[in-house]
């Protein structure tokens, strides 16, 4: 329900079309070769080949870790919150304004830079040298390129990952884990919020784990990985692509280098 009213305050002629949309996906889940839904959550689907959070690339040439280093910890010095939303109904934006304003009022200092109808070029720029910590979205569960962006600049980032619902099924077959997104919703984020202002060294080793999660599951290179077996498959070449990221099932698993970072369960816990 959340998720469909954030929907509908930012696409609400989409709402009509209910009817053609469930046509093309029952038309998709009986025909296709392959099903790769890309998303986190194939809410509706009859079926899926591939189970991954997101199958979104970025060019990691182009958006390199930050240069900034901040030990700013919002009482001494402040600290830079940016928000870049296609939509603010969709991504809640209304929710974060209100909660750095009352931040503020608490005495941190921090600011919300809010980044919108400019070039990706600018995005970098900013992501790259100006800001501490980016907010992609509060609503949907999951996240999308801007947070893919955001972690390949070796920023903290936040995102919905409330859920369980939609999360419990890429933990235990999937990557998810080894995500060090920092989960929240319009109620939690204030605190959430509290906790990446006030611990800069919290807030960089996020960074660094993002910058590796994006070179392990969001680089070209592992997008050729994702494409050649989705290839393999549909050519009859291997069975299935069921266990492709099965933490203990894939053939290409490798424990010993996953993705670390001070997060269980998305959260915060200490």
Not at 115 to 123: F, Y
Not at 142 to 151: D, L, P, T, V, Y
Not at 206 to 216: M, N, P
Request: glycine residues 6%; charged residues 25%.
């Amino acid at each position: 329900m959340p998720l469909l009213h954030g929907l509908m305050m930012s696409y609400p002629e989409a709402s009509r079309l209910q009817d053609d949309v469930e046509k093309r996906l029952h038309y998709w889940c009986k025909n296709a070769d392959c099903v790769n839904p890309g998303m986190m959550g194939p809410d509706g689907f009859g079926r899926w080949d591939i189970l991954r959070p997101s199958s979104l690339t970025i060019d990691l040439n182009t958006w390199l870790p930050t240069t900034r280093i901040s030990d700013a910890d919002g009482i001494k010095s402040t600290v830079y919150v940016a928000h870049a939303p296609n939509h603010r109904g969709f991504k809640g934006s209304e929710f974060l304004i209100d909660a750095i304003q009352k931040l503020k009022d608490e005495g941190l200092k921090v600011e919300l830079i809010l980044i919108e109808k400019i070039q990706n070029e600018e995005v970098r720029k900013i992501f790259q040298g100006e800001v501490d910590i980016l907010v992609e979205q509060l609503i949907a569960t999951g996240h999308g390129i801007n947070a893919i962006e955001g972690m390949a600049c070796a920023l903290p980032v936040i995102s919905n990952f409330e859920d369980d619902d939609y999360t419990l099924v890429f933990r235990r077959w999937s990557f998810l884990d080894e995500c060090p997104i920092v989960s929240a919703s319009p109620e939690t984020i204030i605190d959430q919020l509290r906790k990446l202002i006030t611990r800069p060294k919290l807030r960089a080793k996020l960074g660094e784990s993002g910058r590796r999660y994006v070179e392990k599951y969001h680089s070209y290179d592992s997008a050729k990985i994702l494409f050649s077996n989705i290839l393999k498959y549909v050519y009859g070449e291997i069975d299935n692509l069921n266990s492709l990221y099965h933490p203990l099932l894939s053939e290409s698993s490798d424990i010993e280098n996953s993705v670390l970072h001070p997060l269980i369960k998305n959260r915060i816990v200490s």
